[in-house]
C-alpha cells in the first residue's frame, strides 16, 4: 500500500539533545513537508522540500534542521537551539504543485 | 498573506443531528480550500477539496461543503452526525508554491463532540 510512514510513533527528547524524526513516502511524490501541532494553535508548516536536495523554510523554522537526500525521505532534526520542543510533528506530501496533501501519522515529541 | 478562521473551538450535537463547521479565509486570488479531519494522536485525513468549478462539493463520511466567496466562507456540513465523526476539523487555503506543492494555511480546528 502507498502511503507515509513516520517513526518512531512516541519520541523522547533530554536537554541539550538533538533528535532526528523520520518521514518516508512511497507515493512517488515530489513535495514534502513538516508541519508542529500544538493544542489550540492549529499546524504551523517548519520546512518544506520540493525537489531533492532542495528545501525552504516554512514559518517556524529556527530550532529545526532538515534534509533531503532521496525523494522518498524527509528526516526533520529538532535541534537543543529549539527551546520548546513538546508538540506532534506531522510529515506531507504532495505529487504537484496545487496537489492535496496527505499526512504520514505523526510522532510525539517529548522533552525529559 | 492568507489566514483562516475557525470561530468554533468546540461543538457538540446530538447523533442523527445536522452539522456545520464554519471556516472563513483570507486570500488573495481563487482559493484552493481544504477540509481534514484528525482523530486523537492521527495523522489529519481529508474530506473534501475545492479547487475550482462547482461551488458545493462532496466528500467522503457523507460530508459536503460550499465555497460562498461573497462572504470568503467554505463551510462544512453533514445531514446526519454520526457518533464516530467526533473528532477535530481544520480548514485549510493552499497558495500554490512556485516550483511545486503548495503550501497550506490552517485554521486552529474544531473540536466535534457527538452525544448519543
Known amino acids: 500500500d502507498g502511503g507515509i510512514t513516520q517513526s518512531p510513533k512516541y519520541l523522547f527528547r533530554k536537554e541539550g539533545q538533538n533528535v532526528t524524526l523520520s518521514c518516508e513516502q512511497n507515493l512517488n511524490h515530489d513535495a514534502m513537508y513538516w508541519y508542529r501541532q500544538d493544542p489550540g494553535q492549529g499546524l504551523r508548516l517548519i520546512y518544506y522540500?520540493?525537489?531533492?536536495?532542495?528545501?525552504q523554510k516554512g514559518d517556524i523554522a529556527e530550532g529545526y534542521s532538515v534534509s533531503r537526500e532521496k525523494k522518498e525521505s524527509f528526516p526533520l532534526t529538532v535541534t537543543s537551539a529549539q527551546k520548546n520542543p513538546t508538540a506532534f510533528y506531522l510529515c506531507?506530501?504532495?505529487?504537484?504543485?496545487?496537489?492535496?496533501?496527505?499526512f504520514g501519522p505523526g510522532t510525539r515529541l517529548l522533552v525529559l | 498573506a492568507q489566514s483562516v478562521t475557525q470561530p468554533d473551538i468546540h461543538i457538540t450535537v446530538s447523533e442523527g443531528a445536522s452539522l456545520e463547521l464554519r471556516c472563513n479565509y483570507s486570500y488573495g486570488a481563487t482559493p484552493y480550500l481544504f477540509w481534514y479531519v484528525q482523530s486523537p494522536g492521527q495523522g489529519l485525513q481529508l474530506l473534501l477539496k475545492?479547487?475550482?468549478?462547482?461551488?458545493l462539493v462532496q466528500g467522503i463520511k457523507g460530508f459536503e461543503a460550499e465555497f460562498k466567496r461573497s462572504q470568503s466562507s467554505f463551510n462544512l456540513r453533514k445531514p446526519s452526525v454520526h457518533w464516530s465523526d467526533a473528532a477535530e476539523y481544520f480548514c485549510?487555503?493552499?497558495?500554490?508554491?512556485?516550483?511545486?506543492?503548495?503550501?497550506?494555511?490552517f485554521g486552529t480546528g474544531t473540536q466535534l463532540k457527538v452525544e448519543l
Open positions: 475545492y479547487f475550482s468549478g462547482d461551488t
Open positions: 522540500s520540493q525537489i531533492v536536495n532542495d528545501f
Open positions: 485549510a487555503v493552499g497558495a500554490p508554491l512556485t516550483g511545486g506543492g503548495n503550501k497550506l494555511t
Open positions: 506531507a506530501s504532495t505529487r504537484g504543485r496545487g496537489e492535496t496533501q496527505y
